[in-house]
């Protein structure tokens, strides 16, 4: 079918000139990808699934320019003990990474493991984004997997001692980053990713996710650090029989953010949460994009997402639960709200649920508001500041999104960021 | 020291005149009790002294140790040293009440200059302070309020002026919904505070609690005035013979 013509006319524009990479196990993956892609074309605005979220600064040939932030702030997880893995604008940085050895995990470069050719992560490089585009396309993701310059391989064999972290650095004006990432969890194997930084003037990321049963993963992100980039993100994954994903995304700033993902369950008993925090000041559009399907029996799904919005900032979420027939007992939740700190600001949602079994339990609720006036004045006549105290509800806002972040270090770490963010945008 | 003159107040939304011309004055050491009819306008009395919004002072003024209450802020409020124990506490899902106890006091002590409290030092007070109102660690640990019955909620309420220690304590209704034992409580832990530099404005309709915290002074207020003030003999007198008296004489 051909595609409508202003699909047809950006897809080519954005296309002309570009080259996937050649050579090694990816090709054939990328070369699927990019079929699929003139198949479905580029986002435009016509689109439902991009009603609330203009995609022209994303799909343009050239990104917009995005000025470095300077800041005293000390880069996020500074103080962990983690094994750093370094890309700058988008490029793989040997010499500000660590050493990729680590017990329990190995770790390659996707340009690396193009050299042998058999590896099981041919086997994984675009097949979960391959199958996340039913039954809504999502054309950046497939665009990511047909042209990612870098990226790496994470294969977790076992209980690794420290988190794994992705630091993106953003030193160019007009960097266009594109990165994929593999991560596979073995049977009983556990291990935390982190993944922080601004990454590029425009960043379209991808990372699939493949856990194996019993397998455990704990993702937290943090973006939106320097305020003019933009980004696009995709997360898919796959979760087998009594598996567990956790993945909690911290937002500051950052004038547009789309975070879309992907969750499949395909093993019982599995658990996956899926939370999101930001907070917006003026010039700010951050959207969440979530998709989960149920297809096997007693597994929980979690979507927690919770917006700060202040100065005519925009917040997004369409979130989605569909439960297929025979996942009987599924346990799915959905909770998007959006916290305005003035009249100008605006939250659109839209959550869903699509259930073809009798015996589960769903439940979602999307809600925006107002600082609570009586807490507010409670808290005021025990001597707390106005500003003090708009700041304590507004972490108390959060905190159900904060409290999907398992390890209380880290969850402190993002809290202590909000209350920073908080005390510089009174 | 607290000192209300003729204060006249309206609802900022409608021309609703809520306070009619309040004069009122509580000397440190002192413990007043304010009664009257339901709709009389005490618990309004209470918020605009505390800088509640939605109400507009059209003339009167109120002070706190000579210095003019309705200039400022509700914080600045409180660390001039006014409390109001609320006839309705608030609940705030997602704020603990450690964390909230801690804030306030520090907030206190930041706006008068001292020192913020120590940890270990808050702990300290805080375990003993709320032994002493048979409050447990599990409602500490709770989000403010959220799902404190309603006799909880006051003796959080107490707790928290406990550890304020505010020179001006306001309590509206604290012993509405408290069990005889609860009310006993909340008496001891308001007279262990008391002191020769320290006032009081009790908002009551029970003898019961006066029966506890002994008044020196009882206010009867209706429509938005204080209509009559007496000794403590004037509580007995309506618990026996209810307004209808002291309405019908004044009018
Ligand atoms: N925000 C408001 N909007 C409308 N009416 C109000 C408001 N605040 C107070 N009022 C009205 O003002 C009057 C006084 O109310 P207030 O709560 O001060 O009475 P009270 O003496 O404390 O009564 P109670 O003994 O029942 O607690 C009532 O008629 C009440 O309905
Ligand atoms: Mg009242």
């Known amino acids: 079918m051909a595609l409508p013509e202003r699909k047809q006319s950006v897809t080519e524009a954005r296309l002309a000139g570009l080259e996937i990479p050649r050579g090694g196990c990816t090709e054939p993956a990328r070369e699927a990808a990019l079929a699929r892609l003139w198949q479905m074309g580029l986002p435009t605005r016509r689109d439902e699934y991009w009603k609330y979220t203009r995609p022209e600064t994303l799909i343009q040939p050239q990104p917009p320019r995005a000025a470095l932030l300077r800041t005293d702030e000390p880069p996020m997880f500074d103080a962990f003990d983690r094994l750093k893995i370094v890309f700058v604008d988008g490029v793989f940085d040997p010499q500000a990474s660590d050493d990729l050895a680590l017990e329990g995990v190995r770790i390659e470069r996707i340009a690396d493991l193009c050299e042998q050719d058999i590896h099981w992560a041919r086997d994984l490089y675009g097949v979960l984004e391959a199958r996340g585009h039913e039954p809504v396309p999502r054309p950046l993701a497939a665009f990511n997997t047909a042209f990612a310059g870098d990226g790496v391989v994470i294969h977790v064999t076992g209980r690794p001692s420290r988190p794994i972290n992705l630091i993106y650095r953003h030193e160019s004006e007009a960097s266009d980053a594109v990165l994929h990432h593999l991560v596979r969890v073995e049977e009983g194997a556990e291990a935390t990713i982190l993944e922080n930084g601004p990454a590029a003037a425009r960043f379209n990321k991808c990372m699939e996710i493949d856990i194996a049963d019993g397998g455990r993963l704990h993702l937290v992100r943090t973006q939106g650090r320097d305020h003019e980039r933009r980004a696009a993100t995709h997360v898919f994954a796959r979760l087998g029989r009594e598996s567990m994903l956790k993945c909690f995304t911290l937002t500051v700033n950052g004038v547009l953010t789309r975070n879309e993902v992907v969750v499949e369950f395909t093993g019982d008993e599995a658990v996956a949460h899926v939370a999101g925090a930001c907070v917006g000041d003026g010039d700010f559009h951050h959207d969440d994009t979530v998709f989960v399907t149920h297809d096997a029996v007693g597994c929980e799904s979690r979507q927690v997402f919770k917006k700060v919005l202040r100065n005519g900032a925009t917040g997004v979420f369409q979130g989605k639960i569909l439960v297929r027939e025979g996942a009987q007992k599924t346990d799915g939740y959905q909770i998007s709200q959006a916290l305005l700190l003035d009249g100008d600001s605006q939250f659109l949602a839209k959550p869903e649920l699509e259930i073809y079994a009798d015996d589960v339990a769903c439940s979602h609720g999307s809600t925006s508001g107002a600082i609570d006036e009586e807490a507010l004045f409670y808290l005021r006549s025990r001597g707390v500041p106005e500003g003090e105290a708009t700041d304590l509800l507004t972490l108390a806002f959060l905190a159900e999104a904060m409290d999907e972040i398992e390890d209380p270090a880290l969850a402190e770490e993002i809290a202590g960021r909000v209350r920073g963010w908080l005390a510089r945008h009174r | ?251």
Request: net charge negative.
């Open chain 2, 1 to 251: 020291m607290l000192e209300i003159k003729n204060l006249h107040v309206k609802l900022e939304e409608e021309d609703k005149e809520i306070l009619k011309g309040v004069n009122l004055t509580v000397e440190a050491g002192k413990v007043h009790a304010i009664m009257g009819p339901n709709g009389s306008g005490k618990s309004t009395l209470s918020y605009v002294l505390s800088g509640r919004e939605g109400y507009e002072v059209t003339d009167g003024s109120a002070t706190l140790d000579g210095r003019d209450l309705l200039e400022m802020e509700p914080e600045e409020r409180a660390a001039a040293g006014l409390f109001l124990a609320f006839q309705y506490p608030v609940e705030i899902p997602g704020v603990g009440n450690m964390t909230f106890l801690r804030t306030a006091v520090n907030a206190q002590r930041k706006a008068r200059g001292e020192e913020e409290i120590s940890a270990a030092d808050f702990l300290k007070l805080v375990r003993q302070k709320a032994k002493t109102l048979k409050i447990d660690a599990d409602m500490l640990k709770r989000p403010v309020n959220v799902g404190f019955s309603g006799g909880e909620k006051k003796r959080n309420e107490i707790l928290q002026m406990a550890m304020l220690e505010p020179r001006m304590c306001i309590l509206d209704e604290t012993d509405s919904g408290l069990d005889v034992d609860a009310m006993k409580l909340v008496a001891e832990g308001v007279n262990a505070l008391r002191s020769p530099d320290r006032g009081f404005l009790v908002i009551t309709h029970y003898q019961r609690l006066l029966d506890h915290i002994a008044p020196d002074v009882v206010h009867i207020m209706a429509d938005g005035r204080i209509i009559k003030t007496g000794g403590p003999e004037l509580a007995l007198e309506v618990e026996q013979n209810g307004y209808a008296d002291i309405l019908a004489e004044v009018m």
